[in-house]
């Protein structure tokens, strides 16, 4: 929430809240910035793909 108070936009990890009303105040503080708020989830495994 900080970096969007400081007008920049965020990259998080899944899951991006650990409760609803987190959730709730998070997208708030989103849409009153006019920031971007993407969630990514990492597939990182320790196998190689092929």
Same mark, same amino acid.
């Given at each position: 929430? &900080? =970096?969007?108070?400081? %007008?920049? !936009? ?9 409760? +609803?009303? !987190? =959730? !709730?105040?998070?997208? !708030? &503080?989103?849409? #009153? %910035?006019? #920031? +971007? ?5 990492? +597939? =990182?495994? %320790?196998? &190689?793909?092929?």
């Amino acid at each position: 929430m &900080a =970096a969007l108070k400081h %007008s920049c !936009d965020v990259m998080a990890e899944k899951p991006f809240a650990p409760t +609803r009303a !987190d =959730a !709730d105040a998070i997208l !708030d &503080a989103v849409a #009153r %910035s006019g #920031r +971007r708020y993407i969630v990514m989830q990492n +597939r =990182a495994t %320790s196998k &190689a793909p092929g």
